[in-house]
């Protein structure tokens, strides 16, 4: 009877999605959350991490890239296979901004199918002297018409929770189609 339960069973579907920005942004941090339900402190990603979310007919393939810029030079092999790209932005990192937005825009059009989803997680909202949601969207260049992507951007606290299962109910959305 197990055996028959397996061969009906409904298929999930493999998503490859992989989630880049710079270091210290919250990638791993925004991941854990998915992933525990709550906030964990965590150490620099060296090199890559690998995660599983399983939904009812979705299994999402999680690559959490580190984001030194040694590893920077990996990103394209894996972006190139992805089916959804989060790239995650440190909303307080000011000093950075040009380049987080130079790094995302070379992977828009370099690294990946213009055809896959892309959330952008303004992160660390429960920091003050944040950027602001309208001011982002304005100086990363994501109005520019020559943008041909879907692309979504949520505000995100890793330590309140706050826009986190927001934005992966984007996600899921987007990709369950």
């Given at each position: 009877?197990?055996?028959?339960?397996?061969?009906?069973?409904?298929?999930?579907?493999?998503?490859?999605?992989?989630?880049?920005?710079?270091?210290?942004?919250?990638?791993?941090?925004?991941?854990?959350?998915?992933?525990?339900?709550?906030?964990?402190?965590t150490?620099?990603?060296?090199?890559?991490?690998?995660?599983?979310?399983s939904f009812?007919n979705?299994?999402?393939?999680?690559f959490?890239?580190g984001g030194?810029?040694?590893?920077?030079?990996?990103?394209?092999?894996?972006?190139?296979?992805?089916?959804a790209?989060?790239?995650?932005?440190?909303?307080?990192?000011?000093?950075?901004?040009?380049?987080?937005?130079?790094?995302?825009?070379?992977?828009?059009?370099?690294?990946?199918?213009?055809?896959?989803?892309?959330?952008?997680?303004?992160?660390?909202i429960?920091?003050?002297?944040?950027?602001?949601?309208?001011?982002?969207?304005r100086?990363?260049?994501?109005?520019?018409?020559?943008?041909?992507?879907?692309w979504a951007?949520?505000?995100?606290?890793a330590?309140?929770?706050?826009?986190?299962?927001?934005?992966?109910?984007?996600?899921?959305?987007?990709l369950?189609?």
């Open positions: 009877m197990a055996f028959l339960r397996r061969l009906f069973r409904p298929k999930s579907k493999p998503v490859n999605l992989t989630i880049c920005g710079l270091d210290k942004a919250g990638k791993t941090t925004y991941l854990n959350y998915l992933i525990e339900g709550g906030f964990k402190e150490a620099p990603t060296m090199g890559l991490n690998r995660k599983t979310i009812p979705l299994d999402i393939y999680i959490d890239l030194q810029e040694d590893f920077r030079p990996l990103w394209s092999d894996i972006n190139e296979k992805t089916n790209l989060i790239y995650v932005v440190d909303s307080t990192d000011y000093l950075r901004f040009e380049e987080t937005k130079e790094i995302f825009h070379n992977i828009i059009k370099n690294q990946i199918n213009p055809e896959i989803p892309v959330l952008i997680i303004l992160s660390k429960d920091l003050p002297d944040r950027m602001e949601r309208v001011q982002f969207v100086d990363f260049g994501l109005m520019d018409p020559n943008l041909k992507i879907t951007v949520f505000e995100t606290s330590k309140t929770g706050e826009g986190i299962f927001e934005s992966m109910s984007w996600f899921i959305k987007i369950g189609k």
